[in-house]
T-cell receptor, first 113, second 116 residues
Framework: AQSVTQLGSHVSVSEGALVLLRCNYSSSVPPYLFWYVQYPNQGLQLLLKYTSAATLVKGINGFEAEFKKSETSFHLTKPSAHMSDAAEYFCAVSYSGNTPLVFGKGTRLSVIA | NAGVTQTPKFRILKIGQSMTLQCTQDMNHNYMYWYRQDPGMGLKLIYYSVGAGITDKGEVPNGYNVSRSTTEDFPLRLELAAPSQTSVYFC???????????????FGPGTRLTVL
């Protein structure tokens, strides 16, 4: 069965520090991978998605993620955290045409001034 | 263009009551989904639909029903509410036209349901 593991339910960083949110997937076939962000009391918004065109994917708000097949990982990074980045982040995977996404449990990012 | 809208935003139900969560999208999307979100558990798929008249079960369908009579609307029905159905419910939609699974799902703002 498809699954996504997000390491760390809560990550705390200082403003200006590197953000690294980890995501690993289980797969025997190439997946399609997504990162979504959820701000408090809101729905989910797409940050970026991997569609096999390039292993390094750039998204909105300065975030990017790198697909590493050998490590079955799709970690999300941002060079410099901003207070407005505080939110919950979800990694999700899909394996075939327009099938529903399977979500990880989420990582809550806190940014300390 | 409102995107995906959900009503109500909040609701408190008593055990055994029934209700319908409404979801409407104005993007002419073929695919629609219902998820529930519980703290620390991520989102779990309840039901989804690939077009009007076609629905399918997700990971956690028990206690819920859906229908899709139009492209725009995808209501979720709770029969005999139970405390285990206390959750935040999200509706989402996607066009269903993108190659492979590259399609972006657009989410509504959610309905927070408490069953007491």
């Amino acid at each position: 069965a498809q699954s996504v593991t997000q390491l760390g339910s809560h990550v705390s960083v200082s403003e200006g520090a590197l953000v690294l949110l980890r995501c690993n997937y289980s797969s025997s076939v190439p997946p399609y991978l997504f990162w979504y962000v959820q701000y408090p009391n809101q729905g989910l918004q797409l940050l970026l998605k991997y569609t096999s065109a390039a292993t390094l994917v750039k998204g909105i708000n300065g975030f990017e993620a790198e697909f590493k097949k050998s490590e079955t990982s799709f970690h999300l990074t941002k060079p410099s955290a901003h207070m407005s980045d505080a939110a919950e982040y979800f990694c999700a995977v899909s394996y075939s045409g327009n099938t529903p996404l399977v979500f990880g449990k989420g990582t809550r990012l806190s940014v300390i001034a | 263009n409102a995107g995906v809208t959900q009503t109500p935003k909040f609701r408190i139900l008593k055990i055994g009551q029934s209700m319908t969560l409404q979801c409407t999208q104005d993007m002419n999307h073929n695919y629609m989904y219902w998820y529930r979100q519980d703290p620390g558990m991520g989102l779990k798929l309840i039901y989804y639909s690939v077009g009007a008249g076609i629905t399918d079960k997700g990971e956690v369908p028990n206690g819920y029903n859906v229908s899709r009579s139009t492209t725009e609307d995808f209501p979720l029905r709770l029969e005999l509410a139970a405390p285990s159905q206390t959750s935040v419910y999200f509706c989402a939609s996607s066009s269903g036209l993108a190659e492979g699974s590259t399609d972006t799902q657009y989410f509504g703002p959610g309905t927070r349901l408490t069953v007491l």
